[in-house]
């Protein structure tokens, strides 16, 4: 158990039977009354971000949550298969899991897989990674000094914006917050 004094953004804890992290959090002591604090939470099954209200000093149940950096290896059928890069241990985690990330992680490309309360609950890619645009529509001469983008298919099946310019075979790194062309590689 935790009190709201603990708080951290990134924390892991328990609100009504559902698991959640900790996004944003604020202390509040209004003029009048007691002191709360106002959290918006990210649930980990569902990724829905909620925003709840505690009472200063209120406890929750924690979280105990473990991150550890894999290498992805392949994909077999809905599993993809993820390798601990210290113990060589293969590890097959679901499409569900993954969801839209899947597009940004490529062969011997590394994650950090987060498990809760040993049950694997989200695999992030890195902050940018490197693909090769594997179908976009030909850009015409001139059309470098305009601001226009057009959508281009990368090698993992994503579709970002790209500029204008970008040709299919070039490499590009991409933002996979955002999902934003950053630059040509």
Known sequence: ????????????????GKRFTIV??????????????????????TGATIEKTFRAGEKVES???ESRQMTYLYRDGDLHYFMDTDTYEQLP????????????????????????????????????????????????????????????TLETGVT???????NVGDKIRVDTRSREYLTRV
Do not use: C
């Open 93 to 152: 985690i679901p499409d569900e899991v993954l969801g839209e990330t899947a597009g940004f992680i490529t062969a011997n490309g590394t994650a950090n897989v987060l498990s809760a309360d040993g049950e694997i609950v989200s695999v992030e890619p890195p902050t940018h990674v490197d693909l090769t645009v594997s179908e976009t529509d030909p850009g015409l001469k001139g059309d470098t000094a305009t601001g226009g983008s057009k959508p281009a």
């Open 160 to 166: 970002v914006q790209v500029p204008l310019f970008v």
């Open 24 to 45: 944003y959090f604020q202390h509040v002591k209004p003029g009048k009354g007691s002191a709360f604090v106002r959290t918006k939470l990210r649930n980990m099954d």
């Open 63 to 65: 979280i105990r949550t």
């Open 1 to 16: 158990m935790i009190s709201t004094n603990q708080f951290k953004n990134g924390s892991a804890i328990r609100v009504d």
